[in-house]
């Protein structure tokens, strides 16, 4: 197999053989000419395919190591197209520390038509054996977590779910395949927001799932159909073109980042940080063996509770206050009263006082006096 960078710009995106143009064309279509009745050239409506989209699938699939990989409007999208394979009375075990609008989906849309939710520490076995049902059908797993960072074993995680007769689904936003492929560790499906690093810009919007599972990518698939949740040809451009500098852009990421969290290891208003980077992380040692970097993603708390964190959000430059993440750009933000908040009230509420970093790709001495300067 090819190395991660040569796939990445190469695969979905071979030369045109008419005009030799080396990226995709943006196919600007909704309908596609059929050489007979009921016989398409190539589809029988943008929404069932597009050439651009196609690409797009072919490339992030290969890269997470997946013989099938769809692609959907948002993140939540995707999600929601894969909880759409459950049924009313199932059960999905979801971590104690996960995104606000995973959860949000789960309890409000999915609750109300009949889906049952329980939270539990992933990185406890035990806890993680006493939250399934009869009814468990899906163990849902960030690692690193949004926003604690938290890190588990997807190859442990991975044998309890089939002990039994679980799917294991792993949110590999944070990580990419660049730095971490679920699916060769065990895991059954890969959900993404495609927003984040994978656009890497800040401009687009998109979800994708991969699996090695036939079945369920038919399920998926006619999902993608049916519903219509799906990006638009420019939205799967702008998407292929980020991933073929997602190596370079991740490898500088998580080198800022490594710094930003030792500096602010080492600062006397920081309380507590929280990246997988550090050796004092909890989860470092499984880190470093299931991933190839630890990201560029940083949360940490500061003294002086949530004033003293707006402050620190609302003071800073460099770093913009932004929900998101996964852009060239810093963003900060206070994940409480910003991407949380929808927890509020219930065991995912995160701290009032943590800040969440998505350390970007500007020079690290900018952002280390960016924070130094906020923290005063």
């Excluded at 939250?131 to 899906?138: C, E, L, S, W, Y």
């Excluded at 799917?167 to 971490?180: E, G, I, K, M």
């Excluded at 810009?201 to 049916?226: C, I, P, R």
Aim: one cysteine or more; charged letters at 20%.
């Amino acid at each position: 197999m090819r190395g991660f960078n040569t796939r990445a710009i190469h695969v979905g995106s071979e030369p045109d053989p008419i005009t030799g143009a080396v990226n995709p064309p943006v196919y600007l279509t909704s309908t596609y000419a059929q050489d007979s009745v009921g016989k398409p050239r190539f589809s029988d409506y943008a929404r069932v395919d597009n050439p651009t989209r196609a690409a797009l699938e072919s490339c992030l699939a290969g890269l997470e190591e997946a013989r099938h990989g769809v692609a959907f409007a948002s993140g939540l999208a995707g999600e929601d197209a894969l909880l759409r394979t459950l049924s009313p009375g199932d059960h999905v075990i979801l971590g104690s520390d996960a995104y606000g609008g995973t959860f949000r989906l789960m309890s409000r849309i999915f609750g109300a038509w009949g889906l049952t939710i329980s939270f539990a520490d992933l990185s406890d076995m035990d806890a993680v054996h006493a939250a399934f049902q009869p009814t468990t059908r899906m163990l849902w797993v960030e690692t690193p977590s949004n926003p604690m960072l938290h890190i588990v074993s997807i190859a442990s995680l991975a044998a309890r779910a089939h002990e039994r007769g679980a799917r294991l689904v792993v949110d590999n936003t944070f990580a990419t395949p660049y730095l971490q492929r679920p699916l060769t560790l065990g895991a059954d499906v890969v959900v993404h927001s495609t927003t984040k690093y994978v656009g890497g810009h800040s401009d687009v919007l998109g979800g994708f799932v991969a699996t090695n599972d036939d079945e369920l990518a038919d399920m998926l698939k006619f999902h993608q159909y049916a519903i219509g949740a799906v990006p638009g040809p420019l939205d799967c451009y702008l998407l292929l073109r980020g991933l073929k500098t997602l190596g370079v852009r991740m490898d500088r990421h998580c080198t800022n980042a490594r710094l930003v969290a030792a500096f602010l290891s080492g600062h006397d208003a920081v309380d507590q940080v929280f990246y997988p980077g550090l050796p004092s992380h909890p989860g470092h040692e499984i880190a470093a063996a299931q991933m190839d970097d630890f990201g560029g993603m940083v949360s940490f708390t500061v003294k002086g509770g949530n004033a003293a964190a707006r402050h620190v959000c609302e003071t800073t430059t460099v770093f913009t206050l932004a929900e998101s993440l996964g852009g060239v750009e810093s963003l900060i933000e206070l994940p409480a009263d910003m991407t949380h908040v929808s927890t509020s009230g219930s065991m995912l509420e995160p701290s009032n006082s943590l800040i969440r970093l998505s350390v970007g790709i500007e020079d690290v001495d900018d952002l280390l006096a960016d924070l130094s300067g906020a923290l005063a």
